[in-house]
Nanobody
Framework: QVQVVESGGGLVQAGGSLRLSCAAT????????LGWFRQAPGAGLEWVTT???????DYSDSVKGRFTIARDDAKNTVYLQMNSLKPEDTAVYYC?????????????????WGQGTQVTVSS
């Protein structure tokens, strides 16, 4: 089992960029799929993106073309580069991990969750 910790959130103006990091502990990080979810105030968890072992990524329509997920297995870290940020991207962003390749987008597919990092986009 891995444990994940997010960092990199903050306040940014609309149109700006942020990069979130998700650092994981555990010797088999390279075998895990990592996903990012977000929760806006008063809303449920929304799937954002997933990266599978070695390669393979999926993005929600709301972030496709603006967000990029990448992994560095040597550093046990996954990054979420967020560009052209919009006020509607404001949310707590959570990193989640699970063994193997994940193709679905639901929270129950992921076993290990971080505590979240706040992203606020001002208009």
């Amino acid at each position: 089992q891995v444990q994940v910790v997010e960092s990199g959130g903050g306040l940014v103006q609309a149109g700006g960029s942020l990069r979130l990091s998700c650092a994981a502990t555990g010797p088999t990080f390279s075998r895990y799929s990592l996903g990012w979810f977000r929760q806006a105030p008063g809303a449920g968890l929304e799937w954002v993106t997933t990266i599978r072992p070695i390669s393979g990524t999926d993005y929600s329509d709301s972030v496709k073309g603006r967000f990029t997920i990448a992994r560095d297995d040597a550093k046990n870290t996954v990054y979420l580069q967020m560009n052209s940020l919009k006020p509607e991207d404001t949310a707590v962003y959570y990193c989640a991990a699970t063994q193997g390749s994940v193709y679905g987008r639901t929270t129950d597919l992921f076993d290990n969750w971080g505590q979240g990092t706040q992203v606020t986009v001002s208009s």
